[in-house]
T-cell receptor, first 110, second 114 residues
Framework: GEDVEQSLFLSVREGDSSVINCTYT??????LYWYKQEPGAGLQLLTY?????DMKQDQRLTVLLNKKDKHLSLRIADTQTGDSAIYFC??????????FGRGTSLIVHP | GAGVSQSPSNKVTEKGKDVELRCDPI?????LYWYRQRLGQGLEFLIY????????KSGLPSDRFSAERTGESVSTLTIQRTQQEDSAVYLC????????????FGPGTRLTVT
């Protein structure tokens, strides 16, 4: 089955860019998601990208997809303290049941 | 409009007791998922309902776990004879149906088995 891997922690200074990376194993995955989870809350969908795209930009967020390497990244420009959270990558295909990574804890310090 | 809601938000139970967790999806969403999130872990898929199709139960960890959904509305996840390893946050998500790829999550139910 699908396996999704992410690094567990990322620490950045406020105002810098953050880049969170994710790899997946199933080349037939057709849609890839990024979710944000703040303490004590459920997951909030940030953005998703289809496998026939290589980039998607939405305000401060940029998603890059390298389908050949099965690598997905989320770049957050001008990172703020309010961006501190756990970010989950997920990959899915025709079954509509995405597989989630373990999440990357983003810590933003002044 | 209203998002996905779950109740209770917290549940503490004694080992061996049964618990029922409830999920109210977004109105009109035909797909509903249950996930389990253990402390510091990712999301573990449990079960998926899509319209009137038979649910995909492939993620249920044991026969102590079951879930029901009435039509395209409320779902309940039941855990019988709870064990300490069942302690986790149980998340529900709904989605608008085939061809729609956006899952919307509820806030979760934190279950603690003592």
């Amino acid at each position: 089955g699908e396996d999704v891997e992410q690094s567990l922690f990322l620490s950045v200074r406020e105002g810098d860019s953050s880049v969170i990376n994710c790899t997946y194993t199933d080349s037939s995955s057709t849609y890839l998601y990024w979710y944000k989870q703040e303490p004590g809350a459920g997951l909030q969908l940030l953005t998703y990208i289809f496998s026939n795209m290589d980039m998607k930009q939405d305000q401060r967020l940029t998603v890059l997809l390298n389908k050949k390497d099965k690598h997905l990244s989320l770049r957050i420009a001008d990172t703020q303290t309010g961006d501190s959270a756990i970010y989950f990558c997920a990959a899915g295909g025709g079954s509509y049941i995405p597989t989630f990574g373990r999440g990357t804890s983003l810590i933003v310090h002044p | 409009g209203a998002g996905v809601s779950q109740s209770p938000s917290n549940k503490v139970t004694e080992k061996g007791k049964d618990v029922e967790l409830r999920c109210d999806p977004i109105s009109g969403h035909t797909a509903l998922y249950w996930y389990r999130q253990r402390l510091g872990q990712g999301l573990e898929f449990l079960i998926y309902f899509q319209g009137n199709s038979a649910p995909d139960k492939s993620g249920l960890p044991s026969d102590r776990f079951s879930a029901e959904r009435t039509g395209e509305s409320v779902s309940t996840l039941t855990i019988q004879r709870t064990q300490q390893e069942d302690s986790a946050v149980y998340l529900c998500a709904s989605r608008g149906g085939r061809g729609n790829y956006e899952q919307y999550f509820g806030p979760g139910t934190r279950l603690t088995v003592t």
